[in-house]
């Protein structure tokens, strides 16, 4: 099979396209894809071409969902520390992932990036925990390149050892801030022309210390990287900085030179009004992980209030052993509802807003050219196309976007194309034997 780059015409579907006055559904459109970017969009657009077609009529085709936030090793660990409180859960996950070996990191990561795939994500943006061994990270990175999807890979970093994690990581998994630059300049250059990019991934504010921040700062400025950190999870972040440092945890973090427009805060259920401020002002974006926050009990994030700020809201399903699935669209129906319960209101991110969100709401922070909600010229074809009787209850369908959000579930995922290359199709994976793959996790230990 060829992979890379590839050219498709995508026929009589119905786009979720991006127009002058927003996004709206299109019937009887063709989206012509060429060397991986959409090149034309319209009634006929592909007649003629002598490119391969896909006939897409019966179909809903929308961009490639954006998961802005999980730990893919987690998903061989689903269950684990089931009712436990954050810090007690971290502690229980991170005795996992002292002892995960590189076998168990590419099955987890192989499992965990499938299943995103199968629920129309294209772009995952992975937090990898610190970890000292490079056979780990290669492990994953082996994983995520077999099923092709595009890949944002976070390599964990922390200088602050502490073993009950309130003030620093455990120690077991610290390395170096310096071997973990140069690990990541080498994987820079070994993934040069691929659909995996770094970026450098922190647990938590507690993590670093003032010249551990300035470092990673300087670093991931000078080469233009994301850079993920928790945030706000719980209030334990603000609590520990304010007594150890006398600050909340978004002045720490400002001090240190870590809030910037390429800086993507996770979680941010504790925000107050002085926070959304800041975050805004630096040009922050915000990752929400609705799922993982009701699953740990960690607390509702404010989200229509950032966006009333004016900063920009990414969706995230988080690791599954805080989920427990890697369910994208279960997520967009969570995040609307959660936030519907919090603000007694059933007028609280429509479809458009979610999808927004699940599509391009951390575009800039991935460095990504802003676009437009809906499919549109110019844009990498990462695209979804939904076959909602694939399940009949989602029939029938009156509205695709309210349909989208309040009853799809994977099952309706048909295929999915990262750069114009089909990596799902019929909801089953083209690059590797989902068979084979089961019964290694089966006897997984």
Known sequence: MVHGPQSVVIADTTVYAATETG?????????VVEAGVVTAIGPGAGSGSKLPVVDGS??????GFVNTHTHLQQAVLRGVGEGLPLLEWLRCVGEHTVAATAEQTYLAALAGGLELLRGG??????????NPSEEVHDAALRALTDLGIRVVFGRGV???????????????????????????????DRLTGSRITTALAVPNPRCLTPEGMAAVSEFAGRHDKTLSIHLSETGTDDEMCRLHAGCSAVDYLDAGGLLGPRTLAVHCCHLDEYARHMLAEREVAVSYNPLSNMRLGSGVAPIPQLLRAGVAVGL???????????????????GAYLQRVAHARADVLGPDA?????????????????????VSDG?????????????????????PGATLLTAASPRVIDTVWVDGEAVIRDGRSTRISERDLVDRLRVMQ
């Not at 019966?58 to 961009?63: D, N, R, S, T």
């Open 121 to 130: 994500v294209t772009t995952v943006v992975e937090h990898m925990w610190p």
């Open 58 to 63: 019966g179909g809903h085709l929308l961009p």
């Open 158 to 188: 922390a200088d602050r050892a502490d073993a009950s994690r309130r003030w620093g990581l455990d120690p077991r998994l610290m390395q170096p801030l310096p071997t973990i630059f140069d690990h990541i300049e080498a994987l820079d």
């Open 23 to 31: 996004p709206r559904w299109l019937a009887g459109q063709d989206v």
């Open 354 to 374: 979610m999808l927004r969100m699940a599509t391009r709401g951390a575009d800039g922070v991935l460095g990504r050219s802003p676009m437009p909600s809906g």
């Open 379 to 399: 844009e990498r074809g990462d695209l979804t196309l939904i076959r909602f009787d694939r399940d009949f209850a989602c029939l029938p369908v009156r509205d």
């Open 316 to 334: 995230g399903v988080d690791g599954a052993a805080s989920n427990d699935t890697q369910d994208m669209l279960l997520a967009l129906r969570m």
